[in-house]
């Protein structure tokens, strides 16, 4: 229940930032004019629409997935003021002296940010979802990809707020995390590499280890409606990765 008082109130902290309402609108405004674009060119061609790729994997799965690139950017914008900005102020030595648990804090803070980006997928999702007034969409395959968006903001937040209990400075926690978030990322690139060293005469499989540790790898599968709950799991392990690292640190500091 404190979880849920915490959560209300890192809510209402982002909703009364000018910074959140301005990364909203930059996201809307991003994604929306590439939503237009991607509809002029079906339009001009219409040839792209086929039994292979329908307009939910050319305009939906699209978006989708510039909109994790556009993700990458702003949500350390939001999470750097977490624990960041608490510590610099002085406050943070009060929330680990108040009667609630470290993990009921994290928690909170890292709900209320997925409060938030859950509105902005939301807005995000009305634009592919908005083209069912006039054709026929692969609801199944776009209601994949938007769970799969939502536990990529989820992995990224978990990831922000981490980084933001290292530091006193919000700037870098921002540029911290957004450099973890990009290192686990590029892990994608690893796996189309062939190449496998051997070590006491064992193969040593790098590029599948890769793929199963890549953010993409498993965002792949389900922005394309092939649902695995091996995928959500894996969202949910990086999750809970990073905020029990989270708790560790803020329970060191508490002690």
């Known amino acids: 229940m404190r979880s849920i008082h915490i959560a209300g109130h890192e809510l209402r902290r982002l909703f009364v930032s000018p910074l959140a309402w301005t990364v909203l609108a930059v996201v809307q405004l991003l994604l929306g004019l590439l939503f237009a674009m991607s509809l002029a060119d079906l339009m001009m061609n219409p040839q792209r629409i086929n039994e292979y ?8 799965a ?12 702003v949500i350390p914008l939001l999470t750097m003021r977490s624990f960041a900005e ?3 102020n002085g406050s943070l030595d009060l929330l680990t002296a108040a009667p609630v ?3 009921a804090m994290v ?3 890292f709900l209320g940010v997925l409060g938030f980006l859950t509105v902005m997928l939301a807005l995000i999702a009305l634009m592919p979802y908005s083209l ?4 026929p969409l692969d609801v199944g395959m776009l209601a994949s990809a938007t769970l799969g968006l939502w536990l990529m903001m989820a992995a990224f937040a978990a990831t922000g707020i981490f980084v933001s209990s290292l530091t006193r ?4 926690a921002a540029i911290g995390s957004f450099g973890v978030l990009l290192g686990v990322w590029l892990l994608h690139a690893v796996s189309f590499f062939e190449w496998q060293p051997a070590v006491f005469g064992y193969q040593l499989p790098l590029a599948e280890a890769a793929r199963q540790l890549s953010l993409i790898g498993h965002y792949d599968d389900l922005l394309y409606g092939i649902f695995d709950t091996a995928d959500v799991l894996y969202y949910v392990i990086f999750c809970g990765l990073f905020l029990a690292l989270t708790v560790q640190r803020l329970d060191m500091e508490r002690q």
Do not use: N, Q
């Not at 069912?132 to 054709?135: K, P, S």
């Open 53 to 60: 790729a329908g307009v939910s994997e050319v305009v939906g």
């Open 86 to 88: 608490e510590r610099k």
């Open 132 to 135: 069912l007034m006039g054709t």
């Open 101 to 103: 648990s470290v993990t």
């Open 62 to 73: 699209g978006l989708y997935r510039f909109a994790t690139i556009v993700l990458l950017l």
């Open 169 to 172: 400075e919000p700037t870098l």
């Open 107 to 109: 928690i909170g803070k």
